[in-house]
């Protein structure tokens, strides 16, 4: 890799000249990434998409492939392709952004032409899942945030998928916070195929030259005396609860200071298993549970939100209780006197919350000290933002903007990812001076300069913790200043993440003294001895093997079970049937909760009738177990059922635990169907007692995006089907509902040559 510095800045054939100022330590990063596939454990604002741009632009030199980048969400991913386009010396319509507001189509013609791609995850586990692409010609994948890389979360198939289709891979980790337990990082590491870390912290002596002073100060608040009596009789209600509970032996304590949440929910779980085994009494519990949970939350609410918060929260509480399909809890709460005595005092209360007035004063004193600052509030809550961001802009030194994710909720409207951009662009060219952000704000958003971050509350995730924090002091000296309401969750919330924030260091330099022991034993590092090489298990005989999927299964566990084992999966929208393996075989695959509400609702008979009419051999696949423990059905309604499917509709049933059994089940049946009988796969079963007009029906619906009202719609404008073949796609426009995607993959049909597959 020749990269060196000229007077301070980075130097590559690929890298725009001066605009990277040189570091040591993000070279030597880059240098190893570029070996073996890397886990980067940098702090934030150290530069982690430095050492991912170095890299990138030497695999680029050497022209081994596309880069896919891949980033946790959408403002991560504009941000990143925005910095890849500015730095980069390609051609910026060689770099391509995906999201799921980029059409598949439009998706699979930049992917062609496109040397990286920077996306979402979950485009790219669609698209591999629909078979829309493949990573054989991706050299290298970056995977930003790379702690997410756990569980079922994206990373992890995509990573999969990537192992399978590419022997000579290279796989770039990049985090601020992998987290505090060892087992968590070594699962990342083999989830994404790592087998080098390269861990710096603030504290090595190639770091810190670089690393900016972050003044700590805690402001401790005391609660009003106003704020003590609500919660008096809140607790005092909840205490009922509690002890009830205990009694049952699903709490261990009756006392409000002293149960933890979790409790609380490990209770329901408990409560859940023994309704299902038909304990009737647990009906009553199940409500005590939700009301002492509604309790507990009113009361944390007020104790770190504030009146607002909490007044909002019972609002909803209210709502619920007078609907006709209210929950049981909120009707018994709002019937409870001391509940309706703490609403009533919270309406007289005019003071927000004292903390309202701490960040109002510290945003103040700041801006009066530096004019120029950059300050971000963090806080849990929306509607806290809303009250925070009002109290900030009644003085004209403060100009804040609240920024928040997209979602929407209740009658708090997210921001568009265009509304997004747009408030970082002003917050840093100081139109707005102050962010009052939620979670959104965490991970990765470039907000250079900021001077000051200001926690609302603290948050028990070590990870979250470090992020925030991690909004300051990138270019200079920052300040953090973390509000503790006094004797509440807050001091709880604080020092967890404290405590786990330096295990995760513990862990870290462990992990770091464990590699370089390796490497000084072995000469390589090799974290996953045991892990099998792509070349161990690849097999050069094995035949294709391909199902046809409906495009509602395509994000099931099933799908991206049977991706992993190789079995070529073709997405359609198909009338009937969930997959379909054989020009006589097709599967319905309901779990057992599916099967119970389709089964009474009827719809289950109409769609196994559908199933029998269109395939010889059609099954149906029940996954999961305890069918007869979920819902309140007598056992003799779902034996009848399942005795009809068999007897009257001849349909066998097939059972199984997970989706990983599943998988497991349609792939035998695909090798027996495609490998021993030789059958093709029909995309739609075979009817074949149909009158002229239901077979024209039946030929249009085969056709891309086109339904059976399009169908009709068509025929009603074109007459035959000759002359819908013949139209051009000027023609097809003219029928309602036949956008110019549809009309051009129409055309296509008809007029492409066919080739085999």
Same mark, same amino acid.
């Given at each position: ?49 430095? @050492? ?13 492939? =596309?880069?896919? #980048? ?19 010396? !390609? ?6 952004? #995906? ?51 756990? /569980?079922? +979360?994206? +990373?992890? #198939? ?75 009789? &809140? ?70 939100? /504030? ?22 809890? %909120? ?38 000290? =530096?004019?120029? %600052? ?11 933002? !809303?009250?925070? $961001? ?38 840093? $060219?100081?139109? +707005? ?10 991970? /990765? ?17 070590? @990870? ?5 924090? /991690? ?48 490497? $000084? ?22 035949? $294709? ?10 994000? %099931? ?174 023609? &097809? ?20 040559? +066919?080739?085999?597959?």
């Amino acid at each position: 890799m020749s990269v060196y510095t000229e007077n301070v800045y980075v130097k590559h054939d690929l890298i725009k000249p001066k605009s990277i100022e040189y570091r040591e330590y993000q070279v030597s990063i880059a240098i190893s990434a570029l070996k073996q596939s890397t886990l980067v454990v940098l702090p934030t604002g150290m530069g982690k998409t430095v @050492i991912a741009l170095l890299v990138i632009a030497e695999k680029l030199k050497r022209n081994e492939g =596309k880069v896919l #980048f891949l980033a946790p969400t959408k403002p991560l991913v504009s941000q990143h392709a925005s910095f890849l386009r500015e730095f980069l010396l !390609i051609d910026k319509e060689k770099i391509a952004q #995906f999201t799921g507001e980029v059409s598949p189509l439009k998706r699979k013609l930049q992917w062609e032409k496109s040397l990286v791609i920077v996306s979402t995850p979950q485009v790219i586990e669609n698209d591999l899942v629909s078979g829309k692409l493949d990573l054989s010609d991706v050299c290298l994948i970056v995977f930003d945030e790379a702690h997410r890389a756990v /569980g079922e +979360y994206s +990373y992890v #198939f995509v990573s999969k998928m990537y192992k399978k289709q590419r022997e000579d891979r290279l796989v770039l980790g990049i985090t601020a916070s992998p987290g505090s337990e060892i087992e968590k990082i070594l699962e990342i590491c083999k989830n994404l195929g790592i087998k080098n870390i390269e861990i710096r912290t603030s504290y090595d002596p190639d770091v810190r030259p670089y690393v900016h002073d972050i003044d700590l100060i805690w402001k401790k608040v005391e609660l009003p005396e106003d704020f003590r009596r609500i919660i008096e009789l &809140l607790e005092d209600a909840l205490r009922d609860r509690l002890e009830a509970l205990k009694e049952e032996g699903l709490v261990d304590t009756s006392s409000p200071s002293r149960i933890a949440k979790k409790k609380l929910i490990d209770a329901q779980t408990i409560i859940q298993k023994a309704l299902k085994e038909g304990k009737e009494k647990y009906f009553n519990y199940a409500s005590l549970q939700n009301e002492a949970l509604k309790l507990y939350h009113a009361i944390e609410l007020l104790k770190t939100q /504030g009146v607002s918060a909490a007044k909002r929260f019972f609002e909803k509480i209210k709502e619920e209780a007078k609907s006709k399909g209210g929950s049981r809890a %909120s009707k018994n709460l709002m019937k409870d006197q001391r509940v309706l005595d703490a609403i009533a005092r919270l309406n007289t209360i005019k003071v927000e919350h004292p903390k309202i007035n701490v960040v109002v004063d510290v945003v103040k004193k700041q801006f009066e000290a =530096k004019p120029d %600052s950059r300050v971000i509030v963090f806080t849990h809550y929306r509607d806290t933002a !809303i009250e925070v $961001e009002k109290e900030l802009n009644l003085h004209d030194i403060i100009r804040a903007k609240r920024f928040v994710g997209q979602a929407t909720r209740g009658e708090e409207k997210g921001m568009s990812q265009k509304e997004q951009a747009e408030v970082i662009k002003k917050f840093r $060219e100081g139109i +707005y001076n102050t962010l009052i952000a939620t979670s959104v704000a965490e991970e /990765g958003i470039d907000i250079p300069s900021t001077d000051m971050v200001v926690f609302y509350e603290p948050v028990p995730s070590e @990870i979250r913790t470090i992020q925030r924090r /991690g909004r300051t002091a990138r270019k200079r000296a920052g300040k953090v200043v973390v509000l503790i309401a006094k004797n509440t969750p807050d001091e709880g919330y604080y020092w967890s993440s404290l405590r786990k924030e330096k295990r995760m260091r513990r862990e870290l330099e462990y992990l770091r003294r464990e590699i370089k022991k390796r490497m $000084e034993k072995y000469g390589k590092v090799d974290l996953f001895s045991e892990q099998k090489k792509l070349t161990d298990f690849k097999d050069c005989e094995r035949e $294709e093997f391909m199902i046809v999927v409906d495009s509602r299964e395509c994000r %099931s566990q099933v799908v991206k079970e049977l991706n992993e084992k190789g079995i070529r999966t073709k997405i359609k929208n198909l009338p009937v049937a969930d997959y379909v393996i054989s020009n006589r075989v097709a599967i319905e695959r309901k779990s057992v909760d599916d099967f119970l509400e389709s089964m009474i609702s009827g719809k289950l008979f109409r769609q196994l009738a559908e199933l029998k009419q269109n395939y010889p051999k059609p099954v149906l696949v029940i996954e999961g177990d305890d069918i007869f423990g979920r819902r309140n059905i007598s056992h003799t309604s779902i034996l009848g059922s399942l005795a009809s499917i068999i007897l009257d509709y001849g349909i066998p049933i097939l059972n199984t635990k997970n989706h990983k059994e599943t998988a497991d089940l349609l792939t035998v049946m695909l090798k027996r169907e495609q490998k021993e009988e030789k059958r093709e796969v029909a995309l739609r079963g075979d009817k074949r007692t149909m009158s002229i007009e239901e077979r024209q029906r039946y030929i249009l619906e085969g056709l891309p995006n086109v339904s059976a009202v399009l169908a009709k719609r068509l025929l009603k404008h074109f007459k035959t089907i000759r002359n819908i073949a013949n139209a051009e796609e000027e023609d &097809l426009f003219q029928v309602d509902g036949i956008g110019k995607v549809t009309a051009k993959e129409i055309v296509e049909i008809f007029t492409r040559p +066919y080739t085999e597959p």
